[in-house]
């Protein structure tokens, strides 16, 4: 399967090039980030201040491609995802809704910035018509969507992932897919989150995967 269109693919290179310079910023904020944590700082708060506020933080070419592929194969119409950031994942994602025949991605992102950044690059992959992008909490910002939910994408403020969960839960459908992003280096706050996944009784079969920085792959399976 896999991404066909060229402008599309041309649009992810510069995207996913432009993002390599994470590294070096990283670099740059460590000294700020020690300083939070002995203040008593969880690393959740720190990564969602004004600290990575021009940082993609953005999902791997494997990841990226993963979402894409899975989006496809349930063939999702209405996908939400909580953490837009400059929009690659976004990009994944909806592209895999036009190939799908139409449908909406509802993104929340809370940087002013990075939210009208992800606008213009989705408008440079000519997927605009296949989004809405909402500027806020995303509590607030996903009070409202499609339904049924046929896709979450959670790669947020990691101790908003069960809140966000738990909310848009109700509109989901059987079959419905749920991937989280960063198990593995926020394993302390996301824990509550895995093991509510993946306890046998929160209507999900759920795994983790060892796909980049950990990806939660759960499957909604509880009829309504």
Known sequence: ???????????????????KADKFKTFLI???IFAERIRGKKMDQIMSNNLTRNMYLPVSRE????LFEIARAIRAKNIVEFGTSFGISSIYLASAIKDNGGGILIGSEME?????QSNRN?????????VDIRLGDGLKTLEQTPDPIDM???????SLYLPILKKLKPRLRVGSV???????????????????????DSGFESITLKIADGLEFSVYTEES
């Open 30 to 32: 460590l000294p700020k």
């Open 1 to 19: 399967m896999g991404i066909r269109d060229e402008n599309v693919k041309n649009v992810l290179d510069k995207l996913h090039h432009s993002a």
């Open 152 to 158: 979450i994408f959670l790669d947020g403020g990691k």
């Open 112 to 116: 002013p910035g990075k939210h009208e």
């Open 122 to 130: 989705l408008k440079s992959a000519e997927l605009s018509e296949f």
């Open 63 to 66: 990841e990226g491609k993963f």
């Open 178 to 200: 749920v991937l989280a992003d960063n198990i593995f280096n926020f394993k302390k706050v996301l824990r509550p989150y895995v093991k509510y996944m993946q306890s046998g």
